[in-house]
């Protein structure tokens, strides 16, 4: 079974973190931060030493309107990913399964939940594209493109690595990024929570609630 790492406290010695390539099959292990923790318990939850702070994201939302991820969600508990919309596995398993589990919360909890989903490959993930994909998994959820250094060097401050996309063997698009899904706390705004890629819906629905009030799940 592959080993997997996951970001965490900027107290950690450097390691690497699994980098995927949705659809490809392919896995490629990069140092994507400087620092890392092997999940070491059955949750799928890991709980981060030293939250990061939110990036400081200013992108476009599926209406075509600037999005200011720090202004927009502060305060509220906030989950990000990173992916895109023509990946043909990852990216909907994840975010069907949170939107899943978000079903089970309170109307209140659903309202105060913010899930933000950032697009790895903005050249196609147009806001249109974006709004018509995201409609088909929760269209309550926050779809962001823009510029890709942007888009990298945000996702570069929560410990994940993307890449430009690119071709593979037989020619098709692929984009390469982390998988981590990143929580935040309504209380501090920081990210202290993550998920890496086997997180199930049964996770997400019974750590949400806890996320809401700041808890650790």
Known sequence: MRKKLFAASALLVAATL??????????????????????????????????FEKPDLVLTDTQGKPYDFRAETKGRPTLIYFGYTNCPDVCPLTMNNIAVAKKQLSKADQDKLRIVFVTTDPKRDT??????????????V??????????????RTLGISIEPTSKDKNGKTISMHGTQVIAFSPKTDGGYVLYGEDATVDDYTKDL??????QNP
């Open 209 to 214: 609630p806890k996320i809401i009030k700041g």
């Open 142 to 155: 926050v779809g962001l493109t823009g510029d890709f250094a942007t888009i990298q060097a945000g996702a």
């Open 18 to 51: 699994t980098l995927s390539a949705c659809g490809s099959g392919d896995s490629d292990n990069q140092s994507v931060a400087d620092v890392s923790v092997e999940a070491g318990s059955d949750k799928a939850a890991t709980i981060l030493d030293q939250p």
């Open 127 to 140: 806001p249109a594209e974006l709004g018509k994909w995201l409609k088909g998994i929760d269209p309550q």
